[in-house]
């Protein structure tokens, strides 16, 4: 489709690209010298763009570190939205996204958003995204749990927060131990091994 | 005992010191302006020291975090080597173990080393205390492995590091709940609940 473009269409373009290019910057920056050397400057070079306009898009590093983060997540939350299928029991949707989360964990770690994604977790800093990660796979837990499929004795929030946690280690696994981390993890929450 | 000291631990003891005040300094500054902010220049002033005496201890701020984190996670042993019984068998000193790790990553997080903590977990940065305290667990579960008291269709190795991952989760819930995630993650490897 060729519509001609608004000029706030246009606008809106040029912002998100200057905003993804200062992410990707940040991202190759802590890649090569670790997130405690990374300047706005640096960020700005690295991105091609000026300073002063870097500083029109962010306040300073650290919100440059959570938009990119929050950009991380929001992908992966589509894949694991992607990989259920809405017809298979809540247990099976649940296996199918933590699966997915787990592979995305360990090819992630593969590439330099990985290392990112590990200094940040946790931090406090990541919430909206974080957040809506932590519902769809709590959502998931407690429908299996109704089913009688998980253990009712935790709650699904503390059982979705032991998941994303325990799933991480698919970041310092080999490929072969990633659908074993997944079958322990689920059995901790009281799936019967299928 | 008051034995006069050699010109040697003189100047052992000042170095020591003066790491000390640097790593202080460091989990200080994360704590105030996040990760991305610190530089040598900081560390040296929030550490009431010299930069040019700073660059004789560490070569960067990256170099300071990693011995901060080493210091932490060596002392974390100790505390869960004295939480054990040597007279209790595997799987009890397993559990105990494991509530006292859990217990510490409550704690810290609820400081400003919790936060730097999160930020470096499997960031790669930290090899020696980290593999220790893997080797650590590690061992205890094997141990339990062999009595029967633990699932054996995944090795202790990969049991270890699941282990770790989940439980770093406690510092993320409130209180009650940390005892809650130690069942589950033990519930993972195959523990029977006692």
């Known amino acids: 489709m060729s519509v001609p473009k608004l000029w706030t269409e246009t606008i809106d373009a040029h912002r998100a690209a200057v905003r993804d290019a ?3 910057a940040m991202a190759a920056l802590v890649a090569k010298h670790g997130l405690v050397a990374v300047t706005m400057s640096q960020i700005a070079e690295q991105a091609g763009i000026g300073r002063a306009t870097l500083y029109k898009y962010f306040p300073d590093a650290q919100a440059v570190l959570t938009a990119w983060h929050e950009r991380q ?4 939350l589509d894949q694991l939205a992607a990989a259920v299928d809405p017809a298979a029991p809540a247990i099976a949707r649940l296996e199918a996204a933590l699966n997915t989360y787990a592979r995305l964990q360990h090819h992630s770690a593969r590439h330099h958003g990985g290392e990112l994604a590990a200094h940040l977790h946790g931090s406090g800093h990541v919430h ?3 957040q809506e990660l932590r519902s769809f796979v709590r959502d998931l837990i407690a429908e299996a ?3 009688g499929d998980l253990r009712d004795d935790v709650a699904a929030d503390e059982l979705a927060n032991y998941c994303l946690h325990a799933l991480a280690a698919a970041g310092t696994v080999p490929q072969d131990a990633v659908q074993r981390l997944v079958t322990v993890t689920l059995a901790g ?3 019967r091994p299928r």
Do not use: F, P
């Open 22 to 24: 200062a992410m990707d």
């Open 73 to 76: 997540i929001a992908t992966h």
């Open 128 to 130: 909206h995204a974080q």
């Open 145 to 147: 749990v109704r089913d």
């Open 189 to 191: 929450m009281g799936a």
